[in-house]
T-cell receptor, first 112, second 114 residues
Framework: GQNIDQPTEMTATEGAIVQINCTYQTSGFNGLFWYQQHAGEAPTFLSYNVLDGLEEKGRFSSFLSRSKGYSYLLLKELQMKDSASYLCAVRDLGNRDDKIIFGKGTRLHILP | EPEVTQTPSHQVTQMGQEVILRCVPISNHLYFYWYRQILGQKVEFLVSFYNNEISEKSEIFDDQFSVERPDGSNFTLKIRSTKLEDSAMYFC????????????FGPGTRLTVT
């Protein structure tokens, strides 16, 4: 089966660092995405990891360990606009093509 | 910057009616997707489409659903006989390749079935 787990909610302070964890079990694995979703809006792409290790992109970094079925998204120098849901999504191998399986998302609250 | 567009932004329909949700993917993209998100729940994959045929679909995408690319620009999702539980936000997405290619999401169509 397929299962993606991430915390439901987190709170952090403006200017601080926060790490959002994601664990997954899928029948096939072909990469992991992180998306940001503000309330009432569409998801927007943040990062993609297919190999183990850390990918850094400005204030956001994403880490993957395939052997542990684990990823995290690291947000530095938090800003109020970072208040949003962060969605972990796995590219799962299907019969002919891949499916993107989303987790339930982590709602991040930023306090001033 | 190119973007995926969707129409309408909000569709209200009665149970049992057919609805067609429309999407215009980014012009040079070749891979197209539909997702849905029931209010307060996770984003769920429905279907992927490439080279004028369905390349993958989920268990949700049953015989009530169909997709079509009727011309060179539009990509549609049809629900033949809507049910109350079809009420959700429907997102279209497109990408220029598989693998690590970013999927660009449209703004979504909120479907309300009464």
């Amino acid at each position: 089966g397929q299962n993606i787990d991430q915390p439901t909610e987190m709170t952090a302070t403006e200017g601080a660092i926060v790490q959002i964890n994601c664990t997954y079990q899928t029948s096939g694995f072909n990469g992991l995405f992180w998306y940001q979703q503000h309330a009432g809006e569409a998801p927007t792409f943040l990062s993609y990891n297919v190999l183990d290790g850390l990918e850094e992109k400005g204030r956001f970094s994403s880490f993957l360990s395939r052997s542990k079925g684990y990823s995290y998204l690291l947000l530095k120098e938090l800003q109020m606009k970072d208040s949003a849901s962060y969605l972990c999504a796995v590219r799962d191998l299907g019969n002919r093509d891949d499916k993107i399986i989303f987790g339930k998302g982590t709602r991040l609250h930023i306090l001033p | 910057e190119p973007e995926v567009t969707q129409t309408p932004s909000h569709q209200v329909t009665q149970m049992g009616q057919e609805v067609i949700l429309r999407c215009v993917p980014i012009s040079n993209h070749l891979y197209f997707y539909w997702y849905r998100q029931i209010l307060g729940q996770k984003v769920e994959f429905l279907v992927s489409f490439y080279n004028n045929e369905i390349s993958e679909k989920s268990e949700i995408f049953d015989d009530q659903f169909s997709v079509e690319r009727p011309d060179g620009s539009n990509f549609t999702l049809k629900i033949r006989s809507t049910k109350l539980e079809d009420s959700a936000m429907y997102f279209c997405a497109s990408s220029d390749g598989r693998g690590q290619s970013e999927q660009y999401f449209g703004p979504g169509t909120r479907l309300t079935v009464t």
